[in-house]
């Protein structure tokens, strides 16, 4: 077999004859020549036989590694005259347009960037992390499904922060399809706005229910545009507010118990936060032993343990409306009179939204769903606090929690 059609072979670029194949540098570099005689345009896909010029552009691509060698793909492109985007160079079918990587190498990373950590991807695909989030932008640009925004009927809407110093990005959730639709940077009514100005008036009022945290911005924004959609508050805050009470009280009794002389009660404490966090049924042995000293020891912790609990059950999905509005005003009660500081504040702020938490509940919103899908989106949000812009760590949001479906090179057809 000759070296030229070996590389053709290995590099599997459609539409392209090899015309040399040689080592540079210690990189294997192909020349290649498109077979189509048309020009087309990249962004358009317009096609033409007539070349504006007889000037070529030398242009060069970043191919998948071959064995332990970087592979680099030349080619000598026509210039063409479209008369949507006017002169400019003719498009090829194995690379994006305005990148310096075929597809098949942005598929690699754009999927590695979903499932793995920054140094792993710069090591092994030998690029730095600014250039994935700029990959990650162009595969959400080409996969992203432009049907997404019909037929929704319940949302949800939260903030997620994606970068210190309060860099927001607000997420769209369809709570159907347990995906996230939409995003921008941003947290305020204004963010959300742009949401509703995308989706226009028609499809936004086929919406049923729109559900959010507690705060003012963003239940003004849906009181605005939704028109016809229940306001809910999604449970998930609910219990997130409870629980962040907990650890507020632990914090404090552990502090106070570091005063004292005798060391052994602080003792009892560590490992206590993520033990009183987690769900009790989902507690190794050595947590499950720390619980029990934790019971044993009472006091505060305990009872704002047993008020989290509380909490939480009322979330299972076993009670009525009827009966989930009457658990709700008791736990609020109970609360309040607690002497529990971070849960009186927490009750009044349950009572202030008590008729959101209970139409979410009633609509069936799948708390543990969207609680997994937020877990997600904050786990794929730590790892993009290395980009340097909102929009590359909103493409990693939408490539990991988003209607996309991500193929590796040898998953595609041959070409
Ligand atoms: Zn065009």
Known sequence: MRVTTLCKRLLDLGGVTVTKAEFLEGELVAEVALRRRRLVCPHCGYTTRVRYDTRTVASRWRGLDVG??????????????????GVLTEGVPFAPVASRFTTDFEDLVAFLA???????????????????GRICQRVVARGLDTDRLDSLVNIGVDEVSWRRHH???????????????????GKDTDTLDGFFADLGAERADQLEAVSTDMGAAFIKSAANNAVNAVRCIDPFHAVALVTNALDVERRKAWNELRQLPDQDAAKTFKGARWVLLKRPDNLSEDQSVTLRRLRNQGGAVWRAYGLKEAFRAIFAGDLDEHQTAATIDRWCAKASRSRLPAFVKVAKTIRTHRDGILTAICLGINNARAEGLNNHVRLITR??????????????VMLSCGPIELHLPHEKPAT
């Open 167 to 185: 860099r927001y990005l607000t997420l769209v959730t369809d709570h159907k399809a347990g995906k996230i639709v939409w995003g921008a940077e």
């Open 114 to 132: 979903t499932r793995t950590d920054k140094s792993t991807i710069a090591r092994l695909c030998r690029i730095d992390w600014d250039t994935v």
């Open 383 to 396: 790892r993009a606090y290395g980009f340097h812009s909102a929009a590359a760590a909103l493409a990693l």
């Open 68 to 85: 332990r060698r970087k592979v680099g793909v030349r080619a000598r492109l026509r210039r063409l005259d479209c008369p949507t985007h």
